[in-house]
Protein backbone atom coordinates (compact mmCIF):
# COMPACT_ATOMS: atom_id res chain seq x y z
CA UNK A 1 0.00 0.00 0.00
CA UNK A 2 3.10 2.20 0.03
CA UNK A 3 3.44 2.38 -4.18
CA UNK A 4 2.60 5.24 -5.80
CA UNK A 5 3.16 5.39 -9.80
CA UNK A 6 3.38 9.31 -9.57
CA UNK A 7 7.07 8.58 -8.97
CA UNK A 8 7.78 6.63 -12.58
CA UNK A 9 5.16 8.18 -14.74
CA UNK A 10 6.37 8.48 -17.75
CA UNK A 11 8.86 6.44 -17.22
CA UNK A 12 10.34 3.42 -19.81
CA UNK A 13 8.21 0.99 -18.26
CA UNK A 14 5.22 3.09 -19.09
CA UNK A 15 6.48 3.50 -22.83
CA UNK A 16 6.22 0.19 -23.52
CA UNK A 17 2.76 -0.03 -21.31
CA UNK A 18 0.97 2.41 -22.79
CA UNK A 19 2.37 2.03 -26.54
CA UNK A 20 1.05 -1.71 -26.67
CA UNK A 21 -2.44 -0.20 -24.79
CA UNK A 22 -2.70 2.51 -27.00
CA UNK A 23 -2.61 -0.21 -29.99
CA UNK A 24 -4.59 -2.51 -28.44
CA UNK A 25 -7.29 0.13 -28.25
CA UNK A 26 -7.46 0.90 -31.50
CA UNK A 27 -7.39 -2.75 -33.10
CA UNK A 28 -10.07 -3.54 -30.81
CA UNK A 29 -12.40 -0.81 -30.96
CA UNK A 30 -11.79 -1.42 -34.92
CA UNK A 31 -14.81 -3.59 -34.67
CA UNK A 32 -18.34 -2.46 -34.64
CA UNK A 33 -18.84 -4.23 -31.43
CA UNK A 34 -19.18 -2.75 -27.62
CA UNK A 35 -15.97 -3.05 -25.65
CA UNK A 36 -15.66 -3.61 -21.99
CA UNK A 37 -12.15 -2.32 -20.76
CA UNK A 38 -10.92 -2.98 -17.33
CA UNK A 39 -7.80 -1.23 -15.29
CA UNK A 40 -7.22 -3.49 -12.30
CA UNK A 41 -4.66 -1.63 -11.10
CA UNK A 42 -5.14 1.95 -12.31
CA UNK A 43 -3.26 4.57 -10.42
CA UNK A 44 -3.90 8.37 -10.04
CA UNK A 45 -5.17 8.57 -14.03
CA UNK A 46 -3.09 11.73 -14.76
CA UNK A 47 0.62 12.76 -13.20
CA UNK A 48 2.54 16.25 -13.61
CA UNK A 49 6.09 16.02 -14.85
CA UNK A 50 6.84 19.17 -13.84
CA UNK A 51 6.01 18.89 -10.14
CA UNK A 52 4.94 16.58 -7.41
CA UNK A 53 6.15 12.79 -7.21
CA UNK A 54 7.05 12.63 -10.93
CA UNK A 55 9.56 15.68 -10.52
CA UNK A 56 11.17 14.12 -8.13
CA UNK A 57 12.74 11.15 -9.82
CA UNK A 58 13.41 12.68 -13.44
CA UNK A 59 12.31 9.13 -14.59
CA UNK A 60 10.32 10.45 -17.49
CA UNK A 61 13.22 12.19 -18.84
CA UNK A 62 14.88 8.36 -20.09
CA UNK A 63 11.21 7.53 -21.38
CA UNK A 64 8.40 10.03 -22.18
CA UNK A 65 10.86 12.94 -22.82
CA UNK A 66 13.21 11.54 -24.79
CA UNK A 67 10.36 9.87 -27.03
CA UNK A 68 8.97 12.95 -27.61
CA UNK A 69 11.74 15.36 -28.82
CA UNK A 70 12.48 12.86 -31.54
CA UNK A 71 11.37 13.64 -35.29
CA UNK A 72 8.03 12.33 -36.24
CA UNK A 73 9.65 10.66 -39.75
CA UNK A 74 10.20 7.65 -39.99
CA UNK A 75 8.39 6.71 -36.74
CA UNK A 76 6.36 3.83 -36.41
CA UNK A 77 3.01 4.50 -37.14
CA UNK A 78 2.15 2.75 -33.48
CA UNK A 79 4.59 4.95 -31.73
CA UNK A 80 3.03 8.36 -33.43
CA UNK A 81 -0.48 6.91 -32.58
CA UNK A 82 1.15 6.69 -28.86
CA UNK A 83 2.56 10.30 -28.85
CA UNK A 84 -0.23 11.93 -30.08
CA UNK A 85 -2.22 10.56 -27.57
CA UNK A 86 0.38 11.44 -25.35
CA UNK A 87 0.13 14.99 -26.40
CA UNK A 88 -3.68 15.20 -26.54
CA UNK A 89 -3.85 14.61 -22.87
CA UNK A 90 -1.28 17.43 -22.50
CA UNK A 91 -2.64 20.10 -24.26
CA UNK A 92 -6.05 19.75 -21.98
CA UNK A 93 -4.52 21.21 -19.54
CA UNK A 94 -3.33 24.72 -21.64
CA UNK A 95 -1.29 25.16 -25.39
CA UNK A 96 1.48 22.86 -26.27
CA UNK A 97 5.06 24.17 -26.33
CA UNK A 98 8.46 23.48 -24.59
CA UNK A 99 8.62 20.32 -22.41
CA UNK A 100 6.11 17.59 -21.89
CA UNK A 101 3.90 18.92 -18.26
CA UNK A 102 1.16 16.27 -17.95
CA UNK A 103 1.35 12.45 -18.69
CA UNK A 104 -1.67 10.04 -18.99
CA UNK A 105 -2.16 7.36 -16.95
CA UNK A 106 -3.33 4.18 -18.73
CA UNK A 107 -7.45 5.45 -17.38
CA UNK A 108 -6.71 8.62 -19.75
CA UNK A 109 -5.55 6.40 -22.66
CA UNK A 110 -8.34 4.23 -21.95
CA UNK A 111 -10.79 7.05 -21.61
CA UNK A 112 -9.88 8.80 -24.74
CA UNK A 113 -10.28 5.64 -27.61
CA UNK A 114 -13.58 4.96 -25.80
CA UNK A 115 -16.55 4.72 -28.14
CA UNK A 116 -20.15 5.53 -27.46
CA UNK A 117 -21.58 2.46 -26.06
CA UNK A 118 -18.34 1.35 -24.59
CA UNK A 119 -17.85 0.17 -20.74
CA UNK A 120 -14.69 1.00 -18.75
CA UNK A 121 -14.20 0.25 -15.10
CA UNK A 122 -10.88 1.42 -13.00
CA UNK A 123 -10.01 -0.29 -9.97
CA UNK A 124 -7.54 1.55 -7.56
CA UNK A 125 -6.76 0.27 -4.29
CA UNK A 126 -4.68 2.60 -2.50
CA UNK A 127 -6.73 5.34 -1.18
CA UNK A 128 -4.86 8.58 -2.11
CA UNK A 129 -4.30 7.17 -5.68
CA UNK A 130 -8.20 5.74 -6.04
CA UNK A 131 -8.93 9.77 -4.94
CA UNK A 132 -6.45 11.41 -7.02
CA UNK A 133 -8.15 8.73 -10.10
CA UNK A 134 -11.93 10.08 -9.19
CA UNK A 135 -11.23 13.48 -9.50
CA UNK A 136 -9.65 13.07 -12.43
CA UNK A 137 -12.90 11.18 -14.03
CA UNK A 138 -15.55 13.80 -11.58
CA UNK A 139 -18.59 14.04 -13.98
CA UNK A 140 -17.55 11.51 -16.44
CA UNK A 141 -20.31 8.92 -16.39
CA UNK A 142 -18.32 6.85 -19.36
CA UNK A 143 -15.71 6.05 -16.23
CA UNK A 144 -16.70 3.59 -13.56
CA UNK A 145 -14.40 4.61 -11.12
CA UNK A 146 -13.65 1.77 -8.08
CA UNK A 147 -12.08 2.26 -4.76
CA UNK A 148 -10.98 -2.02 -4.47
CA UNK A 149 -8.43 -4.88 -5.18
CA UNK A 150 -8.06 -5.15 -8.81
CA UNK A 151 -7.61 -8.83 -8.65
CA UNK A 152 -11.39 -9.20 -6.73
CA UNK A 153 -12.32 -7.38 -9.48
CA UNK A 154 -11.34 -10.12 -11.82
CA UNK A 155 -13.86 -12.55 -10.05
CA UNK A 156 -16.39 -9.55 -9.98
CA UNK A 157 -16.48 -8.52 -13.32
CA UNK A 158 -15.92 -11.09 -15.31
CA UNK A 159 -17.01 -12.23 -18.04
CA UNK A 160 -18.47 -8.90 -19.00
CA UNK A 161 -21.70 -8.74 -20.76
CA UNK A 162 -20.21 -7.25 -23.70
CA UNK A 163 -18.50 -10.51 -24.63
CA UNK A 164 -15.57 -8.44 -25.66
CA UNK A 165 -12.92 -7.01 -23.25
CA UNK A 166 -9.70 -5.89 -22.60
CA UNK A 167 -8.21 -6.43 -19.18
CA UNK A 168 -4.75 -4.41 -18.38
CA UNK A 169 -3.21 -6.01 -15.08
CA UNK A 170 -0.50 -4.11 -14.30
CA UNK A 171 0.16 -4.70 -10.14
CA UNK A 172 2.77 -2.48 -8.02
CA UNK A 173 4.69 -5.80 -7.14
CA UNK A 174 4.95 -4.76 -3.86
CA UNK A 175 4.97 -8.37 -2.41
CA UNK A 176 7.45 -10.78 -2.44
CA UNK A 177 4.91 -13.44 -4.04
CA UNK A 178 3.09 -11.08 -6.78
CA UNK A 179 3.84 -13.64 -9.48
CA UNK A 180 2.50 -16.46 -7.56
CA UNK A 181 -0.77 -14.27 -7.11
CA UNK A 182 -0.55 -12.83 -10.98
CA UNK A 183 -0.13 -16.07 -12.24
CA UNK A 184 -3.24 -17.63 -10.15
CA UNK A 185 -5.45 -14.48 -10.84
CA UNK A 186 -4.30 -14.77 -14.50
CA UNK A 187 -5.22 -18.04 -14.88
CA UNK A 188 -8.56 -17.86 -12.79
CA UNK A 189 -9.53 -14.92 -15.23
CA UNK A 190 -9.10 -16.79 -18.38
CA UNK A 191 -11.49 -19.55 -17.05
CA UNK A 192 -14.24 -16.67 -16.52
CA UNK A 193 -13.46 -14.92 -19.70
CA UNK A 194 -11.44 -17.09 -21.88
CA UNK A 195 -11.79 -14.75 -25.56
CA UNK A 196 -10.87 -11.58 -23.35
CA UNK A 197 -7.80 -9.30 -24.56
CA UNK A 198 -5.23 -9.58 -21.18
CA UNK A 199 -2.02 -7.08 -21.17
CA UNK A 200 -0.13 -7.87 -17.73
CA UNK A 201 3.05 -5.89 -16.87
CA UNK A 202 5.61 -7.12 -14.68
CA UNK A 203 9.23 -5.95 -13.83
CA UNK A 204 12.18 -8.07 -14.51
CA UNK A 205 14.33 -8.75 -11.19
CA UNK A 206 14.06 -12.03 -10.52
CA UNK A 207 14.72 -13.87 -13.24
CA UNK A 208 13.52 -17.18 -12.18
CA UNK A 209 10.47 -15.46 -11.15
CA UNK A 210 9.89 -14.43 -14.54
CA UNK A 211 10.51 -17.65 -16.00
CA UNK A 212 7.90 -19.26 -13.87
CA UNK A 213 5.26 -16.66 -15.31
CA UNK A 214 6.23 -17.19 -18.49
CA UNK A 215 5.99 -20.68 -18.25
CA UNK A 216 2.59 -20.38 -17.21
CA UNK A 217 1.39 -18.62 -20.27
CA UNK A 218 2.04 -22.30 -21.99
CA UNK A 219 -0.77 -23.14 -24.69
CA UNK A 220 -2.19 -19.72 -24.80
CA UNK A 221 -2.85 -17.58 -27.68
CA UNK A 222 0.11 -14.97 -26.45
CA UNK A 223 3.05 -12.65 -26.98
CA UNK A 224 5.46 -11.62 -24.37
CA UNK A 225 7.25 -7.84 -25.22
CA UNK A 226 10.35 -6.92 -23.04
CA UNK A 227 12.72 -3.64 -22.76
CA UNK A 228 15.73 -4.14 -20.91
CA UNK A 229 17.83 -1.44 -20.59
CA UNK A 230 20.99 -0.91 -19.02
CA UNK A 231 21.16 -1.70 -15.35
CA UNK A 232 21.33 1.81 -13.24
CA UNK A 233 23.78 2.69 -10.80
CA UNK A 234 21.26 3.66 -8.31
CA UNK A 235 19.37 0.23 -8.96
CA UNK A 236 16.46 1.41 -10.35
CA UNK A 237 14.32 -0.76 -12.09
CA UNK A 238 15.69 -1.45 -15.65
CA UNK A 239 13.64 -4.06 -17.36
CA UNK A 240 10.23 -4.72 -17.89
CA UNK A 241 7.72 -6.74 -19.38
CA UNK A 242 4.30 -7.23 -21.12
CA UNK A 243 2.77 -10.35 -21.45
CA UNK A 244 -0.73 -9.60 -24.49
CA UNK A 245 -2.86 -12.68 -24.30
CA UNK A 246 -5.30 -13.08 -27.07
CA UNK A 247 -3.88 -10.06 -28.72
CA UNK A 248 -6.36 -8.77 -31.68
CA UNK A 249 -5.43 -9.14 -35.28
CA UNK A 250 -2.29 -7.25 -36.49
CA UNK A 251 -1.15 -6.46 -33.37
CA UNK A 252 2.02 -8.44 -33.19
CA UNK A 253 2.53 -7.06 -36.60
CA UNK A 254 2.53 -3.69 -35.20
CA UNK A 255 4.67 -4.41 -32.26
CA UNK A 256 7.50 -5.96 -34.66
CA UNK A 257 7.84 -2.38 -36.19
CA UNK A 258 7.11 -0.48 -33.20
CA UNK A 259 9.44 -1.93 -30.60
CA UNK A 260 12.73 -2.44 -32.04
CA UNK A 261 12.64 1.06 -32.51
CA UNK A 262 10.86 2.50 -29.34
CA UNK A 263 13.97 -0.06 -28.04
CA UNK A 264 16.99 1.47 -29.69
CA UNK A 265 15.82 5.39 -29.23
CA UNK A 266 16.27 4.36 -25.30
CA UNK A 267 18.81 2.52 -25.38
CA UNK A 268 18.19 -1.05 -24.59
CA UNK A 269 20.59 -3.56 -25.57
CA UNK A 270 19.11 -5.79 -26.99
CA UNK A 271 16.90 -3.37 -28.65
CA UNK A 272 13.26 -4.93 -28.19
CA UNK A 273 12.20 -8.57 -28.68
CA UNK A 274 8.88 -9.95 -29.55
CA UNK A 275 8.65 -13.49 -28.25
CA UNK A 276 5.46 -15.56 -28.86
CA UNK A 277 5.10 -17.45 -25.68
CA UNK A 278 5.31 -21.61 -26.02
CA UNK A 279 2.17 -23.27 -27.35
CA UNK A 280 0.59 -19.82 -28.96
Known sequence: MNYRHGYHAGNFADVLKHLVLVELLRLLTGKDKKLFVLDTHAGAGGYDLAGGLA????????????????????????????????????????????????????????????????????????????????????????????QADGYHALKALLPPVERRGLVLIDPPFEAVDEFVTL????????????????????????????AGFSAGLAGLKAVTLELRLPPSSDGRLAACGLAVINPPWKFEEAMAEALPWVGAALGARPAMATVPASGS
Do not use: N
Open 183 to 210: GRAVKQALRRFATGCYAVWYPIKDEDAV
Open 55 to 146: ARTGEAEGGIARLMAMPRAGMPGAVVRYLAAVAAYDRKFGPAGGALRRYPGSPRLVRAALRPGDRFVACELHPAEALSLKREFAGDRAVEVR
